[in-house]
């Protein structure tokens, strides 16, 4: 029971990252698709230490 749950979850994960996958080799090519994803990840980079320093 507890395996089917985990194997469950394992399937969840791996369907989405293979469509990550597929979106980012469609997206390759592109670079706004690039400094869009860069910003969003300094977003949160700032955000988490804005968020840890002021604890």
């Known amino acids: ?14 369907e989405w990252s293979n ?8 997206h390759f090519d592109e670079p706004f698709f690039w400094i869009i994803l860069a910003i969003i990840l300094i977003a949160i980079t700032f955000w988490a230490i804005s968020d840890l320093a002021n604890k």
């Open 19 to 26: 469509e990550c996958y597929k979106f980012i080799m469609n």
């Open 1 to 14: 029971m507890i395996l089917n749950v985990f194997d469950n979850i394992w399937t969840s994960l791996t």
